[in-house]
């Protein structure tokens, strides 16, 4: 079994799917990793120091999908549309492809990854039950994402963050308000504590207010019906027009008093619903910012453009896209350790093993022998749930 790494080539990314300090583990499942020539090296991972531990290193891109039987990458086609389509020439049926494939954002990748048919793996769509925790990427970089989210709103908004007693007199703390309590919400609101601001924190779930608090930040209760904000896949689910309404109107008087605003609100394979108008950031103090982490999934923030930075009366509005990218080391340390605990599921003695009736390989299987077998991708796709593979009859 040898398990290819190629270089990422979606643009700006800087992380690498396999870090050195895996090898070894993998080595113990029975694979040889193959890595692309310089893959690591925008993360800090020299090609000398893989040998070291027992790899690989590849000439060129088209010798590790040549020779290898399973290929793992950061941004596969799909969470990576333009460049990526060019690995599909390079693909061959049977092979097998893991990595993020934003496959309920970008379901037509899947078509041509089950035209040439590989066996694809999406990470985007593990389940949340405990067994996969381990696995659970999304959450790894939605870590590394919300901690970084608080460093640069640090550095963007015109004042300090903790309290000061100064010789010049007292330095009042920045008050931030983190939107959506989930991974990076909540490592937000930790790191912004941490760095001494006065930090309130609001979900469409009640049920996470003692989270919140745990981590010293007061939960804002906004008097709305919120019984079916959460999914029973554990993630957030979309509310209707109308819900979003009344929250906006709630929650202007609470931005108005921020200085930093963190949005993170995103619903898998849906645009991210609009919680700050125009207006509300019209209100904020001049020199304020609004740090806006669903940019990529069309923002939170009615006025964020992705990738941009924008002045709107004084107010900045950041829209930062592939975050994760800019802590490099650390974020493909956590994603190969993500990678391998999916891949010791997944190899059964120097194997990849199908199991279906295992739910994590179930749920997370895009494509099989010639066909996109995720019944989710498949509804998104228009196609008809049953595909009558072995994966979909599992799932029917």
């Known amino acids: 079994m040898i398990i290819g790494v190629p270089r990422e080539t979606y643009p700006g990314e800087r992380r690498v799917a396999v870090v050195p300090a895996v090898v070894s583990q993998l080595a113990k499942i029975g694979a040889e990793v193959l890595i692309e020539k310089d893959a690591g090296r925008r993360a800090g991972f020299a090609d000398a120091t893989y040998q070291e531990q027992g790899a690989s290193v590849a000439a060129d891109r088209a010798e590790v999908f040549a020779k290898a039987d399973l290929v793992t990458q950061v941004r596969g086609l799909g969470a990576n549309p333009e460049v990526g389509r060019q690995d599909l020439g390079l693909?061959?049926?049977?092979?097998?492809?893991?990595?993020?494939?934003?496959p309920l954002g970008?379901?037509?990748?899947?078509?041509?990854?089950?035209e040439k048919g590989a066996t694809a793996f999406a990470l985007e769509l593990l389940p949340r039950i405990s067994r996969a925790q381990s696995m659970d990427a999304l959450s790894a970089m939605a870590t590394v994402a919300g901690y970084q989210a608080v460093l640069r709103a640090a550095s963007a908004v015109n004042k300090m963050f903790p309290l000061m007693m100064t010789a010049a007199g007292t330095i009042t703390p920045a008050k931030v308000l983190i939107v959506g309590a989930g991974v990076a919400g909540l490592q937000a609101i930790a790191t912004a504590h941490r760095l001494g601001g006065v930090v309130q924190a609001?979900?469409?779930?009640?049920?996470?207010k003692e989270q919140v608090e745990s981590l010293g930040a007061k939960f804002v209760e906004l008097e709305l019906e919120t019984s079916g904000a959460e999914a029973a896949s554990g993630y957030a689910q979309a509310m209707d027009e109308d819900?979003?309404?009344?929250?906006?109107?709630?929650?202007a008087k609470?931005?108005?008093?921020?200085?930093?605003?963190?949005?993170?609100?995103?619903?898998?394979?849906?645009k991210a619903p609009v919680l700050i108008t125009g207006d509300m950031v019209r209100n904020m103090r001049p020199g304020s910012v609004v740090f806006d982490l669903a940019a990529e999934g069309g923002g939170n923030c009615e006025l964020t453009q992705p990738g941009e930075t924008i002045d709107v009366d004084g107010v900045s509005?950041?829209?930062?896209?592939?975050?994760?990218?800019?802590?490099?080391?650390?974020?493909?340390?956590m994603y190969a350790r993500n990678i391998t605990a999916f891949l010791k599921n997944l190899i059964n003695d120097g194997q990849v093993a199908i199991n279906t009736e295992d739910q994590i390989i179930r749920e997370t299987l895009l494509t099989y022998k010639?066909?996109?077998?995720?019944?989710r991708v498949r509804e998104a796709l228009g196609m008809p749930r049953g595909a009558g593979s072995p994966a979909e009859r599992s799932t029917a």
Not at 106 to 114: E, H, K, N, Q, S
Not at 258 to 263: A, K, Q, S
């Open 91 to 102: 693909l061959r049926p049977g092979q097998v492809v893991i990595g993020f494939l934003d």
């Open 106 to 114: 970008t379901p037509d990748a899947a078509r041509g990854l089950a």
């Open 202 to 208: 609001y979900d469409v779930r009640p049920a996470v």
């Open 243 to 251: 819900f979003y309404r009344r929250q906006r109107e709630m929650m």
């Open 254 to 270: 609470v931005v108005a008093e921020c200085d930093v605003v963190i949005t993170t609100a995103a619903i898998p394979g849906k």
């Open 317 to 333: 509005v950041v829209g930062p896209v592939n975050l994760p990218s800019s802590i490099p080391a650390d974020a493909s340390q």
């Open 370 to 375: 010639g066909e996109v077998v995720n019944a």
